[in-house]
């Protein structure tokens, strides 16, 4: 494919993340590049409340940059090592730190906070330098700058053509223990399906994860014995861990050999943490695939309130674990992919107090009554009939 032929064809930007095998080299270098962006991350938010203390002034990234490489570092050679690592990654973090601040002065977010060791999700960064270089992939392995070549654990996974697919940028992670690379792609648009002439309602729920109007339940994933075995597992790792800080405490060791212990266990612990965390976000995956694939012309969902369900205590751990921001999410992006019109239909829509046969509200439902009853004669599940409800809404705005 020639130049003109990619101007003309319509192109969208799609992401893609896999694990890599680094070296031991290569992790030392990793780890050197996510410490200091985090350092420089706390530095600029440390150095921004400074500065508005004494002189009611906020200093830009890019101010921050500038006073860091010209003034702070000559006059402070100890920290000469900021320099060591890759400078895209310093100033995206620099980045970072100054979009923290602007959500919170736009009411979006909280006051930034600082990032710990260990605990805060900090990645190394790198981007295509100028528009003649381009971020090779192949097959098995890619070629990070500062990096060099990194193995892929998956192959093939990540679009390799360079003709087709353009790599414009990708961060470098640690979880649990694994290193993962995400890139940012410009490839072709996908050619729209032909959708059919029917749409869907899904109803999310506790009991069930989504009941679909078509009649398809997918089953709460918290409930299988799979996820109950890991969770009853990390539940004694994570006694077994509390038990190792209480000794060390106690015995007031010094040693290193038990500090060395307690974070063999704090690894056992992210581990088992992130296995969890997949096996879900695998099921999020399959669910929305499996309903995409029937080709609707709209889907309608409604609006949940996920933060004040979070609010009860005794529902908290199970809406938390249903994961319905994310499912929300990748559902929005996979219909705009596909063409497929996305529905959101307002939070306050009695959708589970409707009867779908006559329309009557039935105001004392309880959440404890699982089948709608109407004086009609009308008998069904009540998230099916709340299903059938959505998927009739005609107050939504569209996603």
Same mark, same amino acid.
């Given at each position: 494919?020639?130049?003109?032929?990619?101007?003309?064809?319509?192109?969208?930007?799609k992401?893609?993340?896999?694990?890599?095998?680094?070296t031991?080299?290569?992790?030392?270098?990793?780890?050197?590049?996510?410490?200091?962006?985090?350092?420089?991350?706390?530095?600029?938010?440390?150095?921004?409340k400074?500065?508005y203390?004494?002189?009611k002034?906020?200093?830009?990234?890019?101010?921050?940059?500038?006073?860091?490489?010209?003034?702070?570092?000559?006059?402070?050679?100890?920290?000469?090592?900021?320099k060591?690592?890759?400078?895209?990654?310093?100033?995206?973090?620099?980045?970072?730190?100054?979009?923290s601040?602007?959500?919170?002065?736009?009411?979006?977010?909280?006051?930034?906070?600082?990032?710990?060791?260990?605990?805060?999700?900090?990645?190394?960064?790198?981007?295509?330098?100028?528009?003649?270089?381009?971020?090779?992939?192949?097959r098995?392995?890619?070629?990070i700058?500062t990096?060099?070549?990194?193995?892929?654990?998956?192959?093939?996974?990540?679009?390799?053509?360079?003709?087709?697919y353009?790599?414009?940028?990708?961060?470098?992670?640690?979880?649990?223990?694994?290193?993962?690379?995400?890139?940012?792609?410009?490839?072709?648009?996908?050619?729209?399906?032909?959708?059919?002439?029917?749409?869907?309602?899904?109803?999310?729920?506790?009991?069930n994860?989504?009941?679909?109007?078509?009649?398809?339940?997918?089953k709460?994933?918290?409930?299988?014995? $799979?996820?109950?075995?890991?969770? #009853?597992?990390?539940?004694?790792?994570? &006694?077994?861990?509390? =038990?190792? /800080?209480? !000794?060390? %405490?106690?015995?007031?060791?010094?040693g290193?050999?038990?500090?060395?212990?307690?974070?063999?266990?704090?690894?056992?612990?992210?581990?088992?943490?992130?296995?969890?965390?997949?096996?879900?976000?695998?099921?999020?995956n399959?669910?929305?695939?499996?309903?995409?694939?029937?080709?609707?012309?709209?889907?309608?969902?409604?609006?949940?309130?996920?933060?004040?369900?979070?609010?009860?205590?005794?529902?908290?751990?199970?809406?938390?674990?249903?994961?319905?921001?994310?499912?929300?999410v $990748?559902l929005?992006a996979?219909? #705009?992919?596909?063409?497929?019109e996305? &529905?959101?239909?307002? =939070?306050? /829509?009695? !959708?589970? %107090?409707?009867?779908?046969?006559?329309?009557?509200?039935?105001?004392?439902?309880?959440?404890?009554?699982?089948?709608?009853?109407?004086?009609?004669?009308y008998?069904?599940?009540?998230?099916?009939?709340?299903?059938?409800?959505?998927?009739?809404?005609?107050?939504?705005?569209?996603?």
């Amino acid at each position: 494919m020639n130049e003109e032929d990619k101007g003309d064809q319509e192109r969208m930007l799609k992401s893609y993340k896999t694990e890599i095998n680094p070296t031991m080299e290569q992790i030392h270098k990793i780890n050197k590049t996510i410490g200091t962006c985090r350092f420089v991350y706390n530095f600029y938010l440390a150095r921004n409340k400074e500065v508005y203390e004494k002189e009611k002034k906020f200093v830009s990234g890019m101010e921050f940059s500038k006073w860091l490489n010209n003034v702070y570092l000559k006059e402070n050679p100890e920290y000469v090592w900021i320099k060591e690592v890759s400078t895209k990654s310093v100033k995206q973090s620099i980045m970072n730190s100054e979009r923290s601040f602007k959500r919170f002065f736009k009411g979006q977010s909280g006051f930034p906070k600082f990032k710990k060791k260990g605990k805060s999700d900090v990645k190394m960064y790198f981007v295509k330098t100028n528009s003649q270089t381009i971020i090779t992939c192949e097959r098995h392995r890619i070629k990070i700058s500062t990096l060099g070549w990194v193995r892929l654990k998956e192959k093939g996974y990540i679009p390799w053509d360079s003709n087709t697919y353009i790599i414009k940028s990708g961060t470098v992670s640690c979880r649990a223990g694994r290193y993962y690379v995400s890139v940012l792609v410009e490839q072709p648009e996908r050619e729209r399906l032909q959708l059919q002439d029917f749409g869907f309602g899904i109803d999310l729920g506790v009991k069930n994860f989504a009941v679909i109007s078509n009649g398809l339940v997918k089953k709460n994933i918290n409930k299988t014995n $799979k996820v109950k075995k890991l969770e #009853k597992q990390l539940k004694r790792e994570q &006694r077994c861990l509390s =038990r190792k /800080y209480e !000794s060390l %405490k106690k015995n007031n060791k010094k040693g290193e050999s038990s500090r060395e212990n307690i974070q063999k266990q704090i690894l056992k612990v992210k581990r088992l943490y992130c296995r969890i965390d997949n096996i879900r976000t695998d099921y999020i995956n399959k669910t929305i695939a499996e309903i995409v694939k029937t080709k609707p012309s709209y889907i309608a969902v409604e609006d949940l309130n996920v933060s004040g369900m979070m609010k009860n205590r005794h529902l908290s751990k199970a809406v938390a674990s249903q994961k319905f921001y994310e499912f929300r999410v $990748k559902l929005e992006a996979k219909c #705009k992919e596909y063409g497929i019109e996305l &529905r959101i239909v307002d =939070r306050w /829509y009695p !959708s589970s %107090k409707l009867c779908h046969e006559c329309g009557c509200i039935r105001k004392d439902l309880k959440l404890s009554d699982r089948e709608y009853v109407c004086e009609c004669g009308y008998h069904a599940d009540r998230d099916y009939n709340a299903s059938l409800n959505l998927r009739d809404a005609t107050s939504y705005k569209v996603a």
